[in-house]
């Protein structure tokens, strides 16, 4: 059982410059999320799916979109990545609502935009 | 809209002491709130979930409470050791959002 995981877990990006993060999860849940983590800001969360098929927007959604076609992925790309778009992203998935779960974490990717 | 902070953003400590990390929020309706740990470069580990039917909950040498009349939760170290070095982060979600909503986090170094 690998968990969550997350490709790649860094990545160096020139501005304007596009990429996908892709989430993997092998505990059958169904919710996802994505999250990025800032120095002084705490996760903030920027997408999350509720099944496969299903995405809506969190706190920070600007400049990201995602895409569940199957229920174990979760995809998040950068279509014109800005540096303020430098961050580390956090990929979780929780089995069902939010509420009295626990979310279970990916290990991060590191992303530099220049 | 939830927030939540914590106090001390940073704590160091030799080993063997007793700690308590704070976490207060300002929605009252909150749901649950969770304990995480994180080792540097590292995703979120979860620690500790208390249901709003809770007060408490006990992972070994970890207690955590809450109390939602106050708007606080504790998050008790007994004994700490050199491998309790890290970063501990507390979430809540509350009836309103529905979603977890982190605090800053409070780095830990335990020395020996």
């Known amino acids: 059982n690998a968990g969550v995981t997350q490709t790649p877990k860094f990545r160096v990006l020139k501005t304007g410059q596009s990429m996908t993060l892709l989430c993997a999860q092998d505990m059958n849940h169904e919710y996802m999320y994505w999250y990025r983590q800032d120095p002084g800001m705490g996760l903030r969360l920027i997408h999350y799916s509720v099944g496969e098929g299903t995405t809506a927007k969190g706190e920070v959604p600007d400049g990201y979109n995602v895409s569940r076609l199957k229920k174990q992925n979760f995809l998040l790309g950068l279509e014109s990545a800005a540096p303020s778009q430098t961050s580390v992203y956090f990929c979780a998935s929780s089995p069902r609502a939010g509420r009295g779960e626990t979310q279970y974490f990916g290990p991060g990717t590191r992303l530099l935009v220049l | 809209k939830q927030e939540v902070t914590q106090i001390p953003a940073a704590l160091s400590v030799p080993e063997g002491e007793n700690l308590v990390l704070n976490c207060s929020f300002t929605?009252?309706?909150?749901?649950?709130l969770q304990w995480f740990r994180q080792d540097p470069g590292k995703g979120l580990t979860s620690l500790l979930l208390i249901q709003s039917s809770q007060r408490e909950q006990t992972s070994g040498r970890l207690n955590a409470s809450l109390d939602k009349s106050s708007g606080r939760s504790t998050l008790y170290i007994a004994a700490s050791q050199p491998g309790d070095s890290a970063t501990y982060l507390c979430a809540g979600i509350s009836y309103n959002t529905d979603k977890l909503i982190f605090g800053t986090g409070t780095r830990l170094q335990v020395f020996p």
């Open positions: 929605d009252s309706a909150i749901y649950n």
